[in-house]
C-alpha cells in the first residue's frame, strides 16, 4: 500500500520558536495532502488542506499565518507551526490522496508529536 | 450542518463479537471510511463502503445503509490486541471527510 512519512516524529520545543514537520508520499504522487491535529482522547481536526502548487485552504479558526503550509511538490508538503506556544502541543498528522487508488483514501502519516514548553 | 455520530465508548470480552455503529447528516455522500487508531498512533485503514450492503475482510465486516445514513463496523474473534479508537469517516460531496469522534474500544480478557 502506499506509504507516507512525517518527519520529526517528535519534538519539544521551547515557547516562541518556529518547529517545521514535513510529510512526503514515498511510493505515490499527492496532488493533495491533510494537515491534522488531534488533541488527547478528541477526535482528529482538519487544519488545511495542501493542493500542490497552489495555496493551502484554512479550516475556520486555523491561523494561516501561524500554520504555514507549502506544498511545493507532489511528494512533499511542510507545516510551520510558527511562534509555538504550550496550547499548541499536540499530535500533527498529515494524510495524503493518492488520485490512483481505486478511491479516494487518505493514507496517514505515522504523525508528529510536538511539545512546546 | 454536517454531523457524524457514533458511541463514545464499548467494552467487550475477547473471542466475541462486537458492533460499533455509525449515522451520518452530511452534504452529499462519496463513501464511508473505517479507520482504527491505536493510542499515540496515525489512524490506518480499515474499510470503505459507497454502496449499501455488507464489505467483509477477515475478522472485520462493515455494512452501509445510505438511505438510513447507518454504517456499522463488525469485529469478530475479538483479539486484545483490538483496543484501539474506531473512526467512522464520511466523503462528503466536495470529496472532503468528515470525522467522527471516534469509539473508543475497550477489550477484556
Redesign the interface.
Known amino acids: 500500500g502506499a506509504v507516507v512519512s512525517q518527519h520529526p516524529s517528535w519534538v519539544i520545543c521551547k515557547s516562541g520558536t518556529s518547529v517545521k514537520i514535513e510529510c512526503r508520499s514515498l511510493d505515490f504522487q499527492a496532488t493533495t495532502m491533510?494537515w491534522y491535529r488531534q488533541f488527547p482522547k478528541?477526535?482528529?481536526m482538519?487544519m488545511a488542506?495542501s493542493n500542490e502548487g497552489s495555496k493551502a485552504t484554512y479550516e475556520q479558526g486555523v491561523e494561516k499565518d501561524k500554520f504555514l503550509i507549502n506544498h511545493a511538490s507532489l511528494t512533499l508538503s511542510t507545516l510551520t507551526v510558527t511562534s509555538a506556544h504550550p496550547e499548541d502541543s499536540s499530535?500533527y498528522?498529515c494524510s495524503a490522496r493518492d488520485q490512483l487508488a481505486d478511491?479516494?483514501?487518505?493514507?496517514?502519516?505515522?504523525?508528529t508529536?510536538l511539545t512546546v514548553l | 450542518g454536517q454531523n457524524i455520530d457514533q458511541p463514545t465508548e464499548m467494552t467487550a470480552t475477547e473471542g466475541a463479537i462486537v458492533q460499533i455503529n455509525c449515522t451520518y447528516q452530511t452534504s452529499g455522500f462519496?463513501?464511508l471510511?473505517w479507520y482504527q487508531q491505536h493510542a499515540?498512533?496515525?489512524?490506518?485503514?480499515l474499510s470503505?463502503n459507497?454502496l449499501d450492503g455488507l464489505e467483509e475482510k477477515g475478522r472485520f465486516s462493515s455494512f452501509l445503509s445510505r438511505s438510513k445514513g447507518y454504517s456499522y463496523l463488525l469485529l469478530k474473534e475479538l483479539q486484545m490486541k483490538d483496543s484501539a479508537s474506531y473512526?467512522c469517516a464520511v466523503?462528503d460531496s466536495n470529496?472532503?471527510?468528515i470525522?467522527?469522534?471516534?469509539t473508543k474500544l475497550i477489550i477484556k480478557p
Open positions: 491533510f478528541q477526535s482528529l482538519l488542506t499530535f498528522i478511491y479516494n483514501e487518505q493514507f496517514f502519516g505515522p504523525g508529536r | 462519496n463513501g471510511f499515540g498512533e496515525a489512524p490506518t485503514f470503505y459507497v473512526l466523503l470529496y472532503q471527510l470525522w467522527g469522534a471516534g
